[in-house]
Structures are given as structure tokens and as C-alpha cells.
């Protein structure tokens, strides 16, 4: 499911959700390398036209990996750690680049990024909300495509 879709699903859980990658610039893309070990990589995110955008640079190690595998896990940035202001957020899914045509025109346009550059539209397959609620619980809200939003409490 696009953004789109996780948006109509989840509405309040991708309006945190955007707030949260919008507070930071750079946040944490992971991703898996030829071996299946795990990479992780900084990366900038983009939610424009309904989708969730993955941008990087031609021939990084991380465009390669998920051109292999396209599944991916993208980590939002912590901050300082004083204040994590809307919880920490994680998005999995799998990641389809985009080659020349409309869509990464469009993108072009809007953001602007260096050339060349990969692009990568992205399909949600779970988006995971965590934060301390009154100092007592750890809440965790999880998503997946066709299911409720989910929350579970621990004191």
C-alpha cells in the first residue's frame, strides 16, 4: 500500500507520522546487503504526490542493496534524545525505483535534488509508533495493510 492508501487507512497515525519525519532532515534508512546482513544508512525522506520517497545518490550502496532486495526499514531520527515529540517511528516495506518518465519529473521539480540520482517510490508494509504515554506505559501502535491500527500498552 502507498502513502495514499496508509493515509486513508490510518489517518491520524500518518499525520504523527509526517510530523515526525518533518521535525529532522536526515533519518535512518536500513536496508539488506548482498549477504543478507543488515545496512544502515542516513538518508533524506520526502512525502509528496501521495508517496513516500526514497532519494540517493547514483550507485550508493544502499540504492544497490534495495535494487536487489527491495525490502527496507526507515527509522525516524531521535533528535538529542530530550525530546522525542511525537514518539519514535518506524516504516517498513519494500521500495520500487522509479526510472525516467512523469512521476520523477514531477519529483525533480518539487525537490530538486542533484544529478543523477536514484529514486525510489515506496509500498508500506507496517508503520510502528512508539512513545511513553503520562510517564507510565510504553504505548506501541502498529499498522499493516488491512488491519486496524493496533495499540498495546506496558507498564
Not at 487507512?9 to 533519518?27: D, M, N, Q, V
Request: net charge negative.
Amino acid at each position: 500500500m502507498n502513502w495514499t492508501g496508509f493515509s486513508s487507512a490510518a489517518p491520524e497515525l500518518a499525520k504523527i507520522t509526517e510530523e515526525r519525519f518533518g521535525s529532522y532532515r536526515h533519518h535512518v534508512l536500513a536496508t539488506l546487503r548482498a549477504d543478507g546482513s543488515p545496512r544502515t544508512s542516513g538518508l533524506e525522506v520526502r512525502f509528496l504526490h501521495g508517496e513516500l520517497w526514497l532519494g540517493m545518490m547514483p550507485g550508493s550502496l544502499k540504492a544497490l542493496d534495495l535494487r536487489r532486495d527491495p525490502r527496507f526499514t526507515l527509522q525516524s531520527n531521535p533528535g538529542d534524545g530530550t525530546d522525542m515529540g511525537g514518539g519514535d517511528i518506524r516504516i517498513s516495506g519494500r521500495a520500487c525505483e522509479v526510472g525516467e518518465g512523469a512521476a520523477k519529473a514531477a519529483y525533480v521539480e518539487e525537490v530538486e535534488p542533484p544529478q543523477p540520482f536514484h529514486l525510489f517510490r515506496t509500498e508500506l508494509t507496517e508503520v510502528v509508533r512508539t512513545y511513553v504515554e503520562d510517564d507510565t506505559y510504553l504505548v506501541a501502535q502498529v499498522w499493516k495493510p488491512g488491519e486496524p491500527v493496533r495499540t498495546l500498552r506496558r507498564t
